[in-house]
């Protein structure tokens, strides 16, 4: 079964800058939109990115509208979240998931996409 595996997570102080990538396996990976989702500490998953199967369009959350870049490369299957001026309220575990089901590009709902992978932390320090 294809699962996600993501990296780049970590320590970060406040107004810093990183960058995830994930990559899923074996899976399709050029015909299906694509989302990054952070989770904290007993709350829902929340769905803050996706980017269209061709990279040419994405939706944000208004969270991280205009500090996070989704961008991906099919030529690599791999798909990646810029994140700059990192906030405090960033910290979460962060996790990349394939739009199978074609209904989660604009909801960002979690409950749409499927091969989740473990996560890569952020922790963004003040």
């Known amino acids: 079964r294809p699962q996600a595996v993501e990296s780049g997570g970590g320590l970060v102080q406040a107004g810093g800058s990183l960058r995830l990538s994930c990559t899923i396996s074996?899976?399709?990976?050029?015909?299906?939109?694509m989302g990054w989702f952070r989770q904290r500490p007993g709350e829902e998953r929340e769905g803050i990115a996706t980017?269209?199967?061709?990279?040419?369009?994405?939706t944000y959350a208004d969270s991280v509208r205009g500090r996070f870049t989704i961008s991906r490369d099919n030529r690599k299957n791999a798909l990646y979240l810029q994140m700059n001026n990192l906030k405090t309220d960033d910290t979460a575990m962060y996790y990349c998931a394939a739009d199978i089901s074609g209904g989660g590009y604009y909801s960002r709902s979690a409950h749409e996409f499927s091969y989740w992978g473990q996560g890569t932390q952020v922790t963004v320090s003040s």
């Open positions: 980017i269209s199967w061709r990279g040419d369009s994405a």
């Open positions: 074996p899976f399709a990976f050029s015909d299906y939109a």
